[in-house]
């Protein structure tokens, strides 16, 4: 069973940057695609970045495309969310899910993620 744990959210103005991580418990993390969701109050968890077990393929949603970037340590097991030009709208509950994978583009499905963090909070002011 993989635990995670999210860190490094926090309150930062608009047009600036913060970086979240991604713990993960177990020494396959290596083996674990890993995601990136948000969600905002009254709203669907949605899907930001993911990142396949080797860190060669990722995956992006379009509203984020170009402003966040996904990494990982497979060393540290542990996932980094760069977060640049952050807008008001990118105020969310950022968390992080793994699950076991072996292809190359990662999953950008909520309901394929077996694996989740509690979440931590990004607020961007305007």
């Known amino acids: 069973q993989v635990q995670l744990v999210e860190s490094g959210g926090g309150l930062v103005q608009a047009g600036g940057s913060l970086r979240v991580s991604c713990a993960g418990s177990?020494?396959?993390?290596?083996?674990?695609?890993v995601a990136w969701f948000r969600q905002a109050p009254g709203k669907e968890r949605d899907f930001v970045a993911a990142?396949?077990?080797?860190?060669?393929?990722?995956t992006y949603a379009d509203s984020v495309k170009g402003r966040f970037t996904i990494s990982r340590d497979n060393g540290k097991s542990t996932v980094y969310l760069q977060m640049n030009s952050l807008k008001a709208e990118d105020t969310a509950v950022y968390f992080c899910?793994?699950?076991?994978?072996?292809?190359?583009?990662?999953?950008?499905?909520?309901?394929?993620?077996?694996?989740w963090g509690q979440g931590t909070q990004v607020t961007v002011s305007s």
């Open positions: 177990e020494r396959t993390f290596g083996n674990h695609a």
């Open positions: 899910a793994a699950r076991w994978s072996a292809t190359y583009t990662p999953s950008t499905s909520r309901h394929e993620y077996e694996h």
């Open positions: 990142i396949n077990r080797s860190g060669g393929g990722t």
